[in-house]
């Protein structure tokens, strides 16, 4: 696995909520991650401030993504 960005861990999967961000820069996400993730956001809506969600693609097979109300689901 590789090293991502400022984290001290290897990860394989990112939740991030509360992001109030209406987009993400694809190249910041890529320097997050070593560009081995697959990447989705809700945006901002209401009370719910958005949520980021990224998958180590070389560990998780993510077939289907869903976003609902306040739920991102894969």
């Known amino acids: ?3 991502l ?9 990112i939740g991030l909520q509360e992001t109030n961000k ?3 820069s694809f190249n910041w ?3 997050l ?6 990447w989705e956001f809700s945006v901002p809506r209401g009370r719910s ?3 980021l969600l990224g998958f180590n693609s ?3 097979d993510v ?3 869903e976003k609902v109300e306040f739920m991102l689901r894969a």
């Open 63 to 65: 077939r289907e993504f």
């Open 5 to 13: 960005g400022p984290f001290k861990e290897r990860l394989d999967f």
């Open 22 to 24: 209406k987009d993400f």
């Open 29 to 31: 996400l890529d320097e």
């Open 33 to 38: 991650s070593g560009g081995k993730f697959f």
């Open 1 to 3: 696995r590789r090293h």
């Open 58 to 60: 070389e560990i998780f």
């Open 49 to 51: 401030r958005g949520m």
